[in-house]
Every structure is written in structure tokens, then in C-alpha cells.
């Protein structure tokens, strides 16, 4: 694990190659289990209605969504109506190890970028609690992941995601600005058809 310091800020972890080519293949069957039962939808901006250029599902007690009223977390799918689906073992056998003592996380946003579609600058602050970590594993194509400090107009520093690496943004980085900027499109074979997904784990209620 490395720490990656900027602008003062020293709670941003970079675990790189945390889960093998095996670990790999065995958390995207777990995640095309959860995308069977609760399929990608395609969210858009509060007010503005804009298209994000992901794709997303959750998996968790809660799941995060985003339409034209608000951002938000809530218990059931936008469109099936149904309850997400649970929490892959694997990707909280991860939490406990990367954030033992925060309690367990209600929320794995999955996100799926095509290989032009990016994620800008911005915080993860929807939560009620920000004690705990945020939790971030990369699979497929690479992707160019910049963050900076808690101001949006602090300096950023950007560095390159391949399939497997595990990023943790915790203590005072919690609300450290960050975003993708690019997927270096055939990187990976991870996927068949190309492209990334990211899966976030998040603590939303406090204990």
C-alpha cells in the first residue's frame, strides 16, 4: 500500500495490483451477477437532465442515483423498482482489510465507462458520515484518475489505473476533488467488449 500526498492532504491510499488476473475474473462474475438482478441504467443531472457518460447499478443495503431531482441513496433500483442485491463477500473481505475500523459499508456504486466516457471533478459528499473511507476498485481498461485537495481549485495530480488496483480515500482526503479523465481503450482483456468498470464502496448512515 502507498500513500500518495497532495496538497497536505496524506489519507489517499494506492493499493496496485490488489486483486490478480484470478481475483479479477472472480469479481466480475460477482459483479455480472449483481448487473443480471439490477441492471445498468444510464443516470442524468439534477435540473439539467444531462446524460452522465457511464453507466451504473449498485449493490448494498442503499444505492446511489442521480436524476433530474437530486443526488441521492435509496433501497431499490430507479427503474426495476427492486431491492438492490448484496454486497459481493469479496469486495467487503477488502473493506475490513483496507478499513478495519470503520463500520461495514451500505453502498457499492458500480460504474461502467465506454471507452470515451469520463467522471469529473468532484466529492463524494452525499453520505452523512465521512469518518470512514471511500473504497474504489478499478477492473478492464486502464483510466487516468486525477484528484486534487478539498477545494476544487487546489492543484491535482494524475496517475494511471489498471485492471485490479484499489484506491482509498480516507482521513483527510475523504473529500479530496476527483475524477477520470481518460480510458486508455485495449489495455485490459478483462472485459470482452472493452472498457472499465468501477466499483465504490461507501458508508452512508452513521452507526
Known amino acids: ?3 500518495i500526498a497532495i496538497n497536505g492532504l496524506t489519507g489517499l491510499k494506492y493499493l496496485p495490483q490488489c486483486f490478480d488476473k484470478t481475483a479479477q475474473e ?9 448487473v443480471a438482478a439490477a441492471p445498468l441504467f444510464q443516470p442524468v443531472m439534477p435540473n439539467t437532465g444531462k446524460p452522465f457518460s457511464v453507466r451504473m447499478s449498485n449493490c448494498g443495503p442503499l444505492g446511489w442515483v442521480s436524476d433530474i431531482n437530486s443526488y441521492r441513496y435509496q433501497p431499490n433500483h430507479p427503474e ?4 438492490w442485491p448484496a454486497i459481493p463477500a469479496r469486495l467487503l473481505e477488502l473493506w475490513k482489510a ?11 456504486l458500480i460504474n461502467f465507462y465506454e471507452p470515451t466516457a469520463r467522471m469529473g471533478l468532484h466529492q463524494d459528499r452525499d453520505e452523512a458520515m465521512f469518518e ?3 473504497v474504489s476498485v478499478s477492473l478492464g481498461d486502464t483510466a487516468t484518475f486525477r484528484v486534487g485537495g478539498t477545494n476544487r481549485k487546489d492543484p491535482t495530480k494524475s496517475f494511471r ?20 479523465d481518460r480510458i486508455l481503450s ?3 482483456k478483462l472485459l470482452k467488449n472493452g472498457g472499465r468498470i468501477n466499483l465504490t464502496l461507501r458508508r452512508v448512515t452513521a452507526p
Open 98 to 108: 483496507v478499513a478495519p475500523d470503520a463500520p461495514e459499508p451500505e453502498a457499492c
Open 26 to 34: 472472480d469479481l466480475l462474475a460477482d459483479v455480472r451477477e449483481v
Open 80 to 83: 426495476t423498482g427492486l431491492m
Open 1 to 3: 500500500m502507498h500513500t
Open 161 to 180: 489505473l489498471s485492471s485490479g488496483d484499489v484506491v482509498v480515500l480516507g482521513g483527510d482526503a475523504r473529500l479530496a476533488y476527483h475524477g477520470i
Open 186 to 188: 485495449g489495455t485490459s
Open 132 to 134: 470512514a473511507p471511500v
